[in-house]
Structures are given as C-alpha cells and as structure tokens.
C-alpha cells in the first residue's frame, strides 16, 4: 500500500520553506506537528477506505439482511421497550443505520415524523416504506444543531470511525431534552468464532469492539445524562459452524476495522480446521453478541 509515502510527499509539497538556521527545540516542534499531520492525514485515508468496504458488504448484504438479523432484532425489541409511551406527539425521529427499514415502521407509529438514515443506498432501496430516507453517513450527518428530538440506532454505532466523536455530535444535532436511544455491540462480542480462528494462525478476523467503560465514558463526556444503561447478550445458534461463520457474511458485518487482518480467501483445508476447532454447546454452534441497550438525554 502506497498510501503513506504519498501523504508524505503531498506535506512535505505543502511546506517548502527557504532554508534557515532554526534551534534545536524549535525543530522538535516541527518534526513532531509534521507527524501529527502525517498520521491524522493517514487516518482519514483508512478511514475512508473502512468506509468504502462497510458501506459495498451492506449493501450486498441487503437482500438477505432480513433474513439472518435475529440478534438485532431482538435488540430492537428490547431498545423499543425503554422507549417512554405517550411523550411523542410531534416529534421527529432519526432511525441511524436505519438498513432496510426494519425498525422505521415502528417508530413511524410512535412519533409523527421519522427518518432514516444510512451508509448503504441499496438498504435503503430495499425497502419501500413511505418515509424520508437519506444516504449518508453517520460520522458526518448533513443535519443540523437542536434540529431532532429523538434518536434511535440499533446495532449501528459500532461502525462509527470515531464513537467519542459520533456522540458528541449527536448531542449537540438533538434538541434540548431529546433522548436518544442506541444499542451498540461491544468487546466480548464473536468469541466462538475468535476461538474457532485461533486454530488457524494468530490473525485477527473479527473486529475490535469498544469497551463498555469507553462507551460510558464517551456518553458522558459527550454532556448526556445516562437515563439507563443495561448489558445484554444475544446469541444465535445453527446446526453447523459452518452456517455460524456464513451468518457473519450474510448481515454484512465482516469489515474488519483493524489492520491485523488475514488477507485473502481460505482454503478448503483451513476452513476445515476452523470448523473443527469452533466451540459448540449442546451440538450447536453458537454466535453471541454482547451488546449495551442505552436511554440517554440531552440536558
């Protein structure tokens, strides 16, 4: 990958000064700006190529979505259910990483208004409920400050490039007293399937997940007040480890958001010793997600 010396040249292009004789503490100073330009252009690189593969794997994944989302459905069930009755006259929802709208017919009948928003057109596309759908993606929303009263994510926020960022800018898109309610997948989540890998070679290839301390700690410094903040673990089961794996793939959720990633396609030896070494309980191979439902609001 080219990416870094390219970066390099283009600063470098950017500061050519006449030469001067500078004290050694100044040119500390320099080297060390320099690099964090360097590294913060190369962040936004990766996070756009991060971008490019999570929104063309949903987007594929949209014609069978529906059909292998059992967790987060049930993570929706339950995020809906901290949701207060009765307070939801006019007001206007966004459903964020709405998908193909599993939820937005839902929330169309809590409140007057919704809309959907998400990375991937084709989820969107796929569904043709009756409501405002933009394309757009949720580390840069095109909406504006105090301009929504409620926010609804399920299982979306965990593809954010930045979490601490992302609710920073939520915070400051609701209106004041606007809550916001979001279920986020965090560490723990695909051990089976970590186990099952770890027979084949020392390769990550699942991705990281936040940790609940950091997902409190963004909430909070973001100016939220935790209504509530409950974890649970959602686990699929299938008949084969096989069919474990190939559920991942089916929700589009294999874009690996780290760079410790086994390139290229298994063989069909390797895949054997993967399915091999997947844990099962009670002849079932199970994927769990560990997931925290929040309630918050906007002071």
Known sequence: MTAQPVLKTDLMQTRKVKPCLVSSELNRELNEELNK?????????????????TQSKFSKAAEHYNTHANVQK?????????????????KV??????????????????????????LSLNMLQSSDLTTTKICADMDNLPLQANSVDV???????????????????????????????ISTVVEGSLNEIKT????????????????????????????????????????????TPLKAIASIKAIGA????????????LTKSALQKVCSAYPLINNKACVSY????LSLEKD
């Open 93 to 118: 929802c966004v459903d964020l990483g709405a998908g193909p709208l599993v939820n937005t017919h839902t929330l169309q009948s809590m409140f007057s208004s919704v809309v959907a928003i998400d």
């Open 290 to 293: 560990h997931v925290v439902l």
């Open 37 to 53: 330009e360097l590294i913060s252009e190369l962040n936004k690189e990766l996070s756009k190529e991060l971008k490019k593969s």
């Open 74 to 90: 049930h993570a929706a069930t339950d995020l809906f259910k901290l949701i207060k009755p009765g307070f939801n006259k006019n």
């Open 151 to 181: 926010i609804y994510s399920n299982f979306a926020v965990q593809w954010s490039a930045n979490f601490s960022t992302l609710m920073q800018s939520l915070y400051s898109i609701l209106k004041p007293g606007g809550q916001a309610y």
């Open 196 to 239: 099952a890998f770890a027979a084949l070679d020392s390769n990550s290839h699942i991705n990281t997940f936040n940790s609940e301390l950091h997902i409190n700690q963004s909430v909070q410094n973001a100016g939220f007040i935790i209504n509530s903040a409950k974890k649970c673990i959602y686990t699929d089961e299938y008949t």
């Open 254 to 265: 294999t874009t690996q958001n780290h760079t410790n990633t086994r390139q290229g396609l």
